[in-house]
C-alpha cells in the first residue's frame, strides 16, 4: 500500500546522509504519520503539515537523531559486507556440490574398502599390519599384504588428505618396493581417490626366497620407511 | 538485529566462508601461495626463492621457483575471480630437476608461455647458448632453429622469450653450453 508524500518526512531526510537508508526511513515514517492521522480530525493539507509537527517534534532534532542512527561510515561497511556475503554465498555453490559429491565418493571408497580395486578371489595368504606415516598433508596407514595363488602380491594402503592442510589436493601413490635383497618391484595399481583413498599396489615376480617386503620412498626429502615381514597367515 | 551486530555476523561469515571457499576450491591470494601449495601437494619443495612471474596470455602467469641448485619449481597459475590466483587447468612441469648426476644444466621450452627457461649450478656462468629443436606431425624429423642465448642471474637461472614456430609442434631445448664472463665454456651438453 503507496503512504502519502509528507513535507514533515522529506524535512526529516535532509537531515539523514546514508541516502541508502533514506528509502527506509522514509517508509517508516510515513507509515507512522498515516498510523497517527487515523485517528486525528478531518484537516486540509496546511493543518495536517502543522499536525505533524506539533505531535512528531521538531524535524531538524529528529532528522539529527536518525543520522546518528544511520551513520554512513557503518552504512557503507554495512551494505558492502553484506553484497560480499552474499557474493561469496553464491560462489560456494560449485565448491559445495563438489565437495557433496567428492564427500559422497569417499563415503562409497570407505565402504567398498579394497575390494573396490583388487579381487578377492585367489587370495591365498595374508598379512596384517598397523604402519602408519605421513608425507606432507597426506597421512598413510599400511594395511597389509595379500598373497594371490598365482604368487601375485598386493600391498594394501590408505592415503588420507587434510583438506585444511597447507598443500593443494593431489594424489599419492607408493612407486617402487624392495625385498631384503634390494631387487625392485613396481607396484602398479589402483586407488580411489578422494579424501580418504583405499589403493592397492599390485607387486608380480616378487622372490618367493625373501621375507620381507620393504617400502623406501624417498622423493625430495619426504621419507617414508617401512619394512613387512612376510609372516603369511592362511586365509579361510 | 542492530547494524553493528549484523555488520559483525557479516565480517566472520565472509571471513569463515571465504577461508573454506578458496581452501576446497583451490584458490590462493597470490601466485607464490599456488606455487607453494601444488609444491606440497607434488611432494618437493617449497621453493625457497621465486625467480620468475612471467606474464602469459590473458591472466595466466608462469611462476618459477628455486627448490636447491639443481631444482626448479614450475607451475602456471591464473587470475580467478578477479584478486585471486588458481592453477591453471591442463598439464604442469612441477618440478624440474637437472636429468642426470652430472648435468650442470637444465632447460626447457614452455610452448604455452613462448619461453624458454632453465638452470645451471655452475658457480661462474654468465651466459647460456643453445638450440631449440621442433617437430610436429607432418614433420619427418626434429628440426632445429636458430643457437639462442641468455643471460644467467646470480641465481644460475636463465630465461628467453621465444615465440614458437606453430601450435602443433612440440619443442625441446637441446645442445646446451654454459659460459663465464670472458666466453670461457665451463660446460656443454648435447642431449
Known amino acids: 500500500m503507496g503512504c502519502r508524500e509528507y513535507k514533515y518526512t522529506e524535512e526529516v531526510l535532509k537531515y539523514v546522509r546514508f541516502k541508502y ?15 497517527m492521522l487515523e485517528f486525528a480530525p478531518e484537516m486540509n493539507e496546511e493543518e495536517t503539515e502543522a499536525y505533524i509537527r506539533e505531535n512528531m517534534g521538531d524535524a531538524e532534532a529528529l532528522g539529527k537523531e536518525l ?7 557503518l552504512g557503507w561497511i554495512w551494505r558492502i559486507s553484506r553484497a560480499m556475503a552474499m557474493v561469496i554465498a553464491v560462489l560456494c555453490i560449485p565448491t559445495v556440490i563438489n565437495m557433496a559429491l567428492l564427500s559422497v565418493y569417499t ?4 565402504i567398498v574398502g579394497y575390494d573396490g580395486w583388487r579381487s578377492k ?13 605421513k608425507i606432507d598433508d597426506i597421512y598413510i596407514l599400511v594395511d597389509g599384504v595379500d598373497k594371490y595363488e598365482n604368487g601375485k602380491m598386493v600391498l594394501k ?14 594424489t599419492f601413490s607408493f612407486g617402487n618396493f624392495y625385498d631384503e635383497f634390494g631387487t625392485r618391484y613396481y607396484g602398479g ?3 580411489g581417490g578422494g579424501y580418504v583413498s583405499y589403493q592397492v599396489a599390485d607387486i608380480n615376480d616378487f622372490n618367493p626366497d625373501a621375507q620381507k617386503l620393504i617400502i623406501d620412498y624417498n622423493y625430495n626429502g619426504r621419507i617414508f620407511y617401512a619394512e613387512i615381514p612376510l609372516e603369511w597367515e592362511a586365509v579361510k | 538485529m542492530s ?33 607453494h601449495a601444488n609444491e606440497l601437494g607434488l611432494h618437493y619443495g617449497p621453493s625457497e626463492k621465486v625467480l620468475l ?7 595466466n602467469m608462469l611462476v618459477i621457483g628455486k627448490v636447491d641448485d639443481r631444482t626448479l619449481s614450475v607451475i602456471p597459475v591464473k587470475r580467478s575471480l578477479f584478486v585471486l590466483w588458481k592453477l591453471e587447468s591442463g598439464g604442469i612441469p612441477g618440478c624440474v630437476p637437472m636429468r642426470y648426476e652430472d648435468d650442470r644444466v637444465v632447460g626447457n621450452y614452455s610452448s604455452n608461455y613462448e619461453v624458454v627457461y632453465g638452470l645451471t649450478d655452475l658457480e661462474n656462468a654468465e651466459r647460456v647458448k643453445f638450440y631449440v629443436e621442433h617437430k610436429n606431425n607432418d614433420m619427418p624429423d626434429f628440426e632445429k632453429r636458430g643457437i639462442y642465448e641468455a643471460d644467467v642471474d646470480e641465481d644460475g637461472f636463465f630465461y628467453m622469450p621465444l615465440e614458437k614456430v606453430d601450435e602443433e609442434s612440440w619443442y625441446y631445448v637441446i645442445e646446451m653450453a654454459v659460459y663465464d664472463e670472458n666466453g670461457r665454456e665451463l660446460y656443454k651438453t648435447e642431449w
Open chain 1, 21 to 35: 537508508d533514506r528509502i527506509d526511513i522514509r517508509q517508516e515514517l510515513n507509515e507512522h504519520i498515516e498510523d
Open chain 2, 53 to 59: 612471474k612471467y606474464k602469459g596470455k590473458d591472466s
Open chain 1, 107 to 110: 563415503a562409497h571408497n570407505v
Open chain 1, 157 to 170: 594402503y590408505k592415503t588420507i588428505h587434510n583438506p585444511f592442510g597447507k598443500s593443494a589436493g593431489w
Open chain 1, 121 to 133: 578371489e585367489g587370495i591365498e595368504y595374508t598379512v596384517e599390519t598397523n604402519i602408519k606415516g
Open chain 1, 67 to 73: 543520522d546518528k542512527e544511520h551513520k554512513p561510515l
Open chain 2, 3 to 35: 547494524r553493528k551486530k549484523a555488520t559483525i555476523c557479516y565480517i566472520i561469515f565472509i571471513i569463515v566462508v571465504g577461508f573454506l571457499f578458496m581452501k576446497f576450491s583451490g584458490r590462493y591470494f597470490t601466485p607464490e601461495q599456488v606455487l
Open chain 1, 189 to 191: 595399481g589402483g586407488s
